[in-house]
């Protein structure tokens, strides 16, 4: 489903990470931790064409990137790899000027030329996925945080996405919010969506995740299951970061 070799980012004389290589199955749900600044975001961000690695190569589904790629294969690969992954920030990012069912169905309609009927069909379909089809023609502001999460989890699988990238979809949210969006994601996992989660949430990785990887110091430090990365992490680092955070 996704197989990434040798990918390296640098900014400037920064080098964010190196030599990263992940390899994950369809249905895989992935939590990625590690400290604030070890590249988790940037890696999420190389993964769906948003930042342009400088090394390395990513394959997702059927769509695939190379470093080694002229600019404009480079342009088309990081285009079909943009359309078969869906992404979620912290900050929900969500169009203030339209409706929750327009900001849904805007990429459907625009990027795959999809029929407004067919759009809004399927967006009222997710909406009432995510629980907020009483909603569909209200404005973002007027919605709490968790239902305006909600709805860009709504808008990110509008897409029909093959992988979904979740980046701290609960660190902007007041903690009585951050069940419903956790409940959302727990779903889509159930239904069988492969998905990369960025979090702190470890009740969540515990329950959720089939595997735990561990980035630090621009390297994936330890990969294992939850209960092993949990009970007993591989190294002093990932020691360090679970005292840290529990
Ligand atoms: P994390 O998500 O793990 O907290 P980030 O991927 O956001 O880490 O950042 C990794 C490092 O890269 C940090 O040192 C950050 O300051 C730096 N960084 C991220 N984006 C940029 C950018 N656009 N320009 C320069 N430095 C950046
Ligand atoms: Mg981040």
Redesign the pocket.
């Known amino acids: 489903m996704i197989e990434v070799k040798q990918l390296g980012k640098s ?2 004389d ?1 080098v ?1 990470f190196r030599d990263i290589h992940l390899h994950i199955h369809p249905r895989e749900i992935v939590v990625l931790v ?10 999420l ?1 190389c993964l769906n064409g948003l ?1 342009e690695p400088d090394a390395g190569s990513v394959v997702i589904g059927d769509a695939s990137w190379d470093f080694s790629m002229d600019v404009s294969s480079k342009k088309q690969a990081i285009r079909k790899i943009r359309t078969s992954t869906g992404m979620v920030f912290q900050s929900f990012n969500l169009f203030p000027h339209m409706t929750v069912l327009e900001n849904v169905i805007m990429a459907p309609t625009i990027v795959k030329k999809m029929s407004r009927t067919e759009a809004v069909e399927i967006g009222e379909a997710l909406l009432a996925k995510v629980g907020l089809l009483n909603k569909r023609d209200e404005y973002p502001s007027r919605l709490s945080g968790g239902q305006q999460q909600r709805v860009a989890i709504a808008r990110a699988l509008a897409m029909q996405p093959e992988i979904m990238l979740f ?2 979809p609960t660190s902007a949210l007041d903690p009585e919010l951050t069940g419903e969006v956790l409940a959302v994601m727990k779903q889509l996992a159930e239904e069988g969506m492969t998905m990369i989660v ?1 979090t702190h949430e470890m009740k969540f990785a515990r329950e959720v995740a089939n595997r735990v990887i561990f ?1 630090s110091d621009g390297v994936i430090q330890e990969e294992s299951t939850p209960e092993q990365f949990f009970k007993q992490p591989k190294t002093e680092r990932a020691r360090k970061f679970l005292r840290q955070i529990e």
């Open positions: 900014f400037g920064l964010v590690g400290p604030s600044g070890s590249g988790k975001s940037t890696l961000r930042e980046d701290e960025v980035m």
